[in-house]
């Protein structure tokens, strides 16, 4: 397996903010949460059913989200029906979504708006926790 290189500031900037977090911090960056975010279980509101953190967990023909107080993953599952790749990510299949890009477009459908709420509602804007 290859190695993964990490900067010295990286390093450093991730033991500052661990040095610094609360307990609840703490405890969601050791054990994150995990959305799944199928079309099937999002619902009109509140938030999605939370799933064990496992690689078990993770549907092929899913969408997941992964928060660990740090940084929020979407994962896309290679099975993943197009009708949710368009509504959401704007593309058709799996292979055109640019994995460097940091935020979902606001697309104009259900799927996207009650998605972004829900990353809205885990991120706020005023907390210092997602930097």
């Known amino acids: ?3 993964v290189e990490v900067s010295f500031d990286e390093k450093s900037n991730l033991l500052q903010r661990l040095a610094m977090m609360t307990v609840e911090e703490t405890e969601l960056f ?9 079309i099937s279980t999002l619902g ?3 938030m999605p059913p939370i799933l064990r953190s496992s ?5 092929e023909s899913g969408a997941h989200l992964l928060d660990n ?3 929020l993953i979407l994962w896309v599952g290679a099975n993943t029906p197009s009708k949710w790749l368009q509504e959401v990510l704007g593309v058709t299949v799996l292979d055109q979504v640019d994995p460097t890009v940091g935020n979902l477009q606001p697309f ?3 799927a996207s708006i009650r ?3 829900i ?10 926790i997602y930097g």
């Open 44 to 46: 009109n509101e509140g």
């Open 1 to 3: 397996m290859p190695s």
């Open 119 to 128: 990353i809205d509602e885990i991120r706020p804007r005023e907390s210092n």
């Open 69 to 71: 107080g740090l940084v």
């Open 55 to 59: 690689y078990d967990r993770i549907r």
């Open 30 to 38: 050791l054990y994150p949460k995990l959305y799944n975010l199928n």
């Open 115 to 117: 998605i972004r709420g």
């Open 108 to 110: 104009d459908n259900p």
